[in-house]
């Protein structure tokens, strides 16, 4: 059985940083995209950063380009978003999720963690 299980959110000053990891179980994820998405109350799932888990190529939303950071530990199977400068609008709950493909919509994505919470207060 599959499963992505989120950790490292947390409560943050705008500013900030956090690392979010997602580890991955059930199966071997090498031919697969694993992506982080994020969703705040009253609105939709949106696309945060998603990754080629066999070569490491990566991609961003413009709104987190050049403060987040994908990457993974092939080791331990686990992918992690370093979240640096942290904003107010960054608040949400944060997604884990696999798919065949590094695109941007959410319902491409096969398998998803619970979610872990980040809250960045200004």
């Known amino acids: 059985q599959v499963q992505l299980v989120e950790t490292g959110g947390g409560s943050v000053q705008a500013g900030g940083s956090l690392t979010l990891s997602c580890t991955a179980s059930?199966?071997?994820?090498?031919?697969?995209?694993m992506g982080w998405f994020r969703q705040a109350p009253g609105k939709e799932r949106e696309f945060v950063a998603t990754m080629r888990w066999s070569n490491g190529i990566s991609y961003y939303a413009d709104s987190v380009k050049g403060r987040f950071t994908i990457s993974r530990d092939n080791a331990k199977n686990t992918l992690y978003l370093q979240m640096n400068s942290l904003k107010p609008e960054d608040t949400a709950v944060y997604y884990c999720?696999?798919?065949?493909?590094?695109?941007?919509?959410?319902?491409?994505?096969?398998?998803w963690g619970q979610g872990t919470q980040v809250t960045v207060s200004s």
């Open positions: 059930g199966r071997t994820f090498s031919g697969y995209c």
């Open positions: 999720a696999a798919g065949w493909s590094p695109v941007q919509m959410p319902n491409e994505y096969h398998y």
